[in-house]
């Protein structure tokens, strides 16, 4: 296992501490069993090699594994679905702080793993969540994924655009949607821009193309002082604050994340 160890790390170029991290993801294990003199067979050392040499060429161990952290929640993640980020983790935390009564009824848009959704269900018991994305590959995910935590009942997965063909009034209205500047998607990691899918990526021009679809699709099914939280870029602050001055059935706020970059905009019905 330590010989392992060591050739991760050389192949990698990281850390021992990151190469015994890798080893332990990649063979399903805890890390301290890499200390462990435990025989690994020859099938499984074959498939540790393939799988760091798809590591080398930027594929996302997440992807490898078929599996990610997100808050308290182990979830499954396929190639093509988005891998859901820290960013959204605190995400989650501002909404579940600045909701001041349990909602009723949530819409979340683009779910993607469905991570938001099953974190928002454990924090609000009584609410019933509609989730939609565009992608059958993302709602087949996220539906494993809200099977393991025995949500089924209470998170519904719809196939749409956004929220087209959607008319029942919302309490909350939650997107993590894409927000990347077409101009920067080149300049994204190798990891991201070659292997997570560019339909989750790809914001338009200036990257507030599907956040201001949001917004203006949001409003007529949102009921009276209901809220819409998004994630947006950490650049897009100037141009959604002119954008909403227009707008003035809505109030809106601007948070920062844990870098204090501004990621994200919570808007309330007045």
């Known amino acids: 296992m330590r010989e392992l160890v060591t050739r991760v790390r050389d192949t990698l170029c990281v850390e021992r501490r990151e190469a015994e991290l890798i080893v332990a993801a990649l063979l399903d294990r805890p890390r301290f069993s890499v200390y462990f003199n435990e025989p690994i067979d020859d099938r499984a050392r074959t498939l540790l090699v393939m799988k760091v040499a798809q590591l080398k060429q930027g594929v996302p161990i997440e992807y490898i594994t078929n599996r990610t952290q997100f808050l308290d929640y182990q979830l499954c993640v396929h190639p093509g679905v ?11 935390e501002l909404i579940i702080k600045k909701t001041k009564r349990p909602p009723d009824s949530i819409l ?3 779910t993607g793993t469905g991570a938001i959704s099953i974190a928002l269900a454990h924090a609000f018991p009584s609410s ?51 927000y990347v500047p077409r101009s920067r998607l080149h300049s994204l990691p190798k990891s991201v821009k ?10 338009g ?15 007529p099914v949102m009921k009276d002082r209901g809220c819409i939280a998004i994630e947006i870029d950490e ?26 970059k501004s990621r994200y905009v919570f808007l309330e019905k007045r």
Request: proline share 4%.
């Open 82 to 92: 988005f891998i859901p980020r820290t960013e959204t983790e605190y995400f989650v």
């Open 194 to 203: 070659y292997y997570e899918p560019l339909i989750a990526l790809n914001g």
């Open 205 to 219: 021009e200036d990257g507030t193309k599907f956040t201001k679809v949001l917004i203006e699709n949001s409003v």
């Open 235 to 260: 650049e897009a602050e100037s141009d959604l604050t002119d954008y909403l001055k227009t707008n003035t059935c809505l109030h809106y706020s601007f948070k920062k994340d844990l870098f204090q």
């Open 108 to 110: 979340d848009v683009g």
């Open 128 to 178: 019933t969540i509609i989730a939609t994305d565009i992608s059958e590959n993302a709602l087949t995910c996220a539906r494993t994924n809200i099977a393991r935590y025995r949500l089924i009942q209470r998170i519904h997965l719809v196939r749409t655009d956004m929220l087209k063909g959607l008319a029942a009034p919302f309490d909350l209205i939650v997107s993590n949607p894409p």
